[in-house]
């Protein structure tokens, strides 16, 4: 079996979009993945991205992660802006309707799960989802504190169904990548670490090298 890669995924709060442009700039020539956080202000208490904003051609997979109350009005406008799109259990009553809508336009689609959302809340969702993405911080902000605890839910996910493939969201530094690392992550998202880094593409690196 061929190993799947691991990657970091520098992921971008913006108010407006000459703060998005900006942020794109400082990651856009080496990062894989790009998670833009989408925040309305209800959901998490911040807002991100809140508005019709306007993506240039990336080379890169872009994941929109939804901190939304109503993630099904925001997708029936927006969703050719990602690639893959990510909803979080605790906001979506509709699931696999969210789900077929998004198969029909060849979109992928993540779960999100909340740190007090447990996996037995969603084992029966899973079937739906081509990822699981694991917060390891209350959302909203850069910079939460890291809640290790959760990362042992990727291992009950991938009991569950082998082969998804799970992203962690939160407090990822060259000091704790490492645990989700070895709890077998496959995407790690990086907010302050590399977007707030005097230079991110050597930022990006080091947390690439600890993969490894
Ligand atoms: C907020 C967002 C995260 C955030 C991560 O909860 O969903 O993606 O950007 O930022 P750090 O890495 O600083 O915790
Ligand atoms: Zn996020």
Request: proline fraction near 7%; charged fraction near 20%.
């Given at each position: 079996m061929t190993k799947r890669l691991k990657h970091i995924a520098p992921s971008i709060i913006a108010k407006n979009q000459g703060e998005l442009e900006e942020k794109l700039d400082r990651v856009k020539d080496f990062a894989k993945v790009i998670h833009l956080d989408v925040m309305d202000g209800n959901f998490v208490q911040n807002e991100s991205l809140n508005f019709d904003f306007i993506l240039p051609e990336l080379p890169c997979r872009?994941?929109?992660?939804?901190?939304?109350?109503?993630?099904?009005?925001?997708?029936?406008?927006?969703y050719r802006k990602a690639d893959l799109i990510q909803v979080h259990y605790e906001t979506c009553k509709s699931l696999p309707k969210l789900c077929k809508f998004l198969k029909q336009h060849k979109k992928q689609v993540g779960l999100v799960l909340n740190p007090e959302t447990k996996v037995s809340d969603v084992s029966d969702k899973l079937k739906y989802f081509d990822q699981v993405l694991v917060m390891t911080v209350n959302p909203g902000f850069y910079?939460?504190?890291?809640?290790k605890e959760n990362l042992d839910k990727i291992y009950e996910i991938k009991q569950l169904r082998k082969g998804i493939e799970v992203e962690v969201d939160g407090g990822i530094t060259d000091k704790t990548i490492k645990y989700a690392r070895d709890a077998g992550a496959d995407v790690f998202?990086?907010?302050?670490?590399?977007m707030k880094a005097e230079n991110p593409e050597e930022a990006f690196n080091k947390l690439q090298s600890l993969l490894k």
């Open positions: 872009v994941e929109a992660h939804l901190m939304v109350r109503y993630p099904e009005k925001w997708i029936a406008k927006n910079g939460s504190p890291f809640l998202v990086s907010g302050s670490y590399v």
